[in-house]
């Protein structure tokens, strides 16, 4: 009974810990544990959830933990598998939050991220035009995601209002549309 | 209260998060930075260089380490700093993953429903415009220096292009590119610290 949890744990563990990049990096190695050397979930299964862990709102990574879990061993299974996804990210994240107040003002530090601070910028453009391609944005709907970025750049409209109109939009359209 | 606020203001942030960790630095960054401003956004850049560049998902980083400084800026205890960034990363997975639970006894029912097929339709549109969003938003003189012929902002600009193709047409890694950007810039400013 306890050995389930801890297989969980030490499985998501060491999911969370080898892969960087964010969630969606996460996948190939999740699936290889998962499906191929656990047999937790088909193939199909594995697929389908991945499809609404993308879907739903969240974190990526902990909702396919907390699916997981929950198959297998109920609510506990799905606290221990998010706890072990989460544990080593949040440890490296605490130890460099606290090594970096102490050199905040080191010339190497500060010069480190005088050069990062626009690849950062970059790395978050980028899937910009990944997504579009993902989410089939064409010349006919790409007002919208134009917009819902004016709308918060530059007005100051909170994106938690553009995703409720957006989801209540699509999900009236919809409706309309079936009828 | 600083852990009350984060908690309610992380537990907005996960509900509300479509599409992953890029859409969730939008809403991260619009409520730490701009609603609350427990953090300036040169803070909030480097708080997403380094979640970028260690292993998990990104939003979980993202809210460690932003519930991490904004307890720290409020110049309370490390200790305390350390209890922010547990409560605001507990409180962005909570109602992401009762909802998650909840959803997968129901939706077996309601899988082929149009309306939720256009609705999650919608909401991917959308949160393309949400991620370009946080992207603009960083676009400052903090980020790149100021604009003009300096040293600075032509060596920005330069790294923002090459890391920019390279995500997009090598898929580079983001470690190995902020690592690279961060080298570049310990190399560029220690020799010309004046820029």
């Given at each position: 009974?306890?050995?389930?949890?801890c297989?969980l744990?030490?499985?998501?563990?060491?999911?969370?810990?080898f892969?960087?990049?964010?969630?969606?990096?996460?996948?190939?190695?999740?699936?290889?544990e998962?499906?191929?050397?656990?047999?937790?979930?088909?193939?199909e299964?594995?697929?389908?959830?991945?499809?609404?862990?993308?879907?739903?709102?969240?974190?990526?990574a902990?909702?396919?933990?907390a699916v997981?879990?929950?198959?297998?061993?109920?609510?506990?299974g799905?606290?221990?598998?998010?706890a072990?996804?989460?544990?080593?990210?949040?440890?490296?994240?605490l130890?460099?939050?606290?090594?970096?107040?102490?050199f905040?003002?080191?010339?190497?530090?500060e010069?480190?991220?005088?050069g990062?601070?626009?690849?950062?910028?970059?790395?978050?453009?980028?899937?910009?035009?990944?997504?579009a391609?993902?989410?089939?944005?064409?010349w006919?709907?790409?007002?919208?995601?134009?917009?819902?970025?004016?709308?918060?750049?530059?007005?100051?409209?909170s994106?938690?209002?553009?995703?409720?109109?957006?989801?209540?939009?699509?999900?009236?359209y919809?409706?309309?549309k079936?009828? | 209260?600083?852990?009350?606020?984060?908690?309610?203001?992380?537990?907005?942030?996960?509900?509300?998060?479509?599409?992953?960790?890029?859409?969730?630095?939008?809403l991260?960054?619009?409520?730490?930075v701009?609603?609350?401003?427990?953090?300036?956004?040169q803070?909030?850049?480097?708080?997403?260089?380094?979640?970028?560049?260690?292993?998990?998902?990104?939003?979980?980083?993202?809210?460690?380490?932003?519930?991490?400084?904004?307890v720290?800026?409020?110049?309370?205890?490390?200790?305390?700093?350390?209890?922010?960034?547990?409560?605001?990363?507990?409180?962005?997975?909570?109602?992401?993953?009762?909802?998650?639970?909840?959803?997968?006894?129901?939706?077996s029912?309601?899988?082929?429903?149009?309306?939720?097929?256009?609705m999650?339709?919608?909401?991917?549109?959308?949160?393309?415009?949400?991620?370009?969003?946080?992207?603009?938003?960083?676009?400052?003189?903090?980020?790149?220096g100021h604009?003009g012929?300096?040293?600075?902002?032509?060596?920005?600009?330069?790294?923002?292009g090459?890391?920019?193709?390279?995500?997009?047409?090598?898929?580079?890694?983001?470690?190995?590119?902020?690592?690279?950007?961060?080298?570049v810039?310990?190399?560029?400013?220690?020799?010309?610290?004046?820029?």
């Open positions: 009974m306890m050995a389930k949890y297989e744990f030490y499985t998501f563990f060491k999911i969370g810990t892969t960087v990049g964010g969630g969606y990096a996460m996948i190939p190695l999740m699936e290889r998962v499906v191929e050397r656990h047999g937790w979930l088909t193939r299964e594995f697929l389908d959830q991945v499809a609404l862990s993308q879907a739903m709102p969240g974190v990526f902990v909702n396919m933990a997981v879990g929950h198959k297998l061993r109920g609510v506990g799905s606290v221990a598998s998010i072990g996804n989460i544990a080593m990210p949040i440890v490296f994240i130890l460099l939050a606290v090594a970096f107040s102490h905040r003002d080191n010339k190497v530090v010069g480190f991220f005088l990062v601070r626009p690849a950062v910028v970059a790395l978050i453009a980028a899937p910009v035009f990944t997504l391609k993902a989410a089939k944005v064409t006919s709907n790409c007002w919208t995601p134009v917009a819902a970025a004016v709308l918060i750049w530059l007005l100051g409209v994106p938690v209002v553009i995703v409720l109109v957006a989801g209540m939009a699509g999900f009236v919809g409706k309309i079936k009828h | 209260m600083i852990f009350l606020e984060l908690f309610i203001t992380f537990l907005k942030i996960g509900i509300f998060t479509f599409g992953g960790g890029y859409s969730m630095i939008a991260i960054q619009d409520e730490v701009a609603r609350h401003g427990w953090m300036t956004s803070e909030f850049t480097d708080i997403l260089a380094v979640s970028q560049m260690t292993p998990g998902p990104i939003g979980i980083n993202t809210a460690t380490y932003a519930g991490y400084t904004a720290a800026n409020a110049g309370l205890p490390a200790w305390q700093a350390v209890a922010g960034s547990l409560i605001a990363s507990l409180a962005v997975v909570l109602l992401p993953v009762v909802l998650i639970l909840a959803v997968n006894r129901v939706l029912r309601h899988k082929d429903s149009p309306a939720v097929a256009t999650f339709r919608c909401l991917r549109v959308a949160v393309v415009g949400l991620i370009a969003a946080a992207a603009l938003t960083l676009m400052t003189a903090d980020s790149f604009f012929m300096n040293l600075r902002f032509v060596a920005s600009v330069v790294l923002f090459v890391v920019f193709a390279l995500t997009i047409k090598r898929k580079v890694s983001p470690v190995v590119l902020i690592l690279a950007s961060g080298a810039g310990i190399l560029l400013y220690t020799l010309f610290p004046q820029a």
